[in-house]
């Protein structure tokens, strides 16, 4: 079993930046950031794995960096759009992470409750 707790959220206006940080109490192989915006389904944003290989979403273009730190995965991201809200979640698993085309929010067994994203115009 592993916890994760997200921190860093908050509301920003267009251009502005965040970075969010999870931290877990074990050390997971492969961790994740997901987000849902209002009246969507969960997509995910981008991966770290414990030997630091990172992937992201296309949608990223640019704009946000996963990082990892032993237990703790963070997302820092700037240039944010107001279609950037929503609620960030991080995830867990205990394998390597899945390649892109398989990349799914099924993939991942631990989760944290999430942090909001609000950005505003």
């Known amino acids: 079993q592993v916890q994760l707790v997200e921190s860093g959220g908050g509301s920003v206006q267009t251009g502005g930046s965040l970075r969010l940080s999870c931290e877990t109490t074990r050390d997971p192989y492969c961790m994740a950031w997901f987000r849902q915006g209002p009246g969507t389904e969960r997509e995910w944003v981008g991966t770290g794995e414990e030997d630091g290989q990172t992937q992201y979403a296309e949608f990223v273009k640019g704009r946000f960096t996963v990082s990892r730190d032993n237990r703790k995965l963070h997302l820092q991201m700037s240039s944010l759009k107001p279609e950037d809200t929503g609620m960030y979640f991080c995830?867990?698993?205990?394998?390597?992470?899945?390649?892109?085309?398989?990349?799914?929010?099924?993939?991942?067994?631990?989760w944290g409750q999430g942090t909001q994203v609000t950005v505003s115009s």
């Open positions: 995830a867990a698993r205990f394998a390597p992470c899945p390649n892109i085309r398989s990349m799914a929010s099924s993939a991942f067994a631990f």
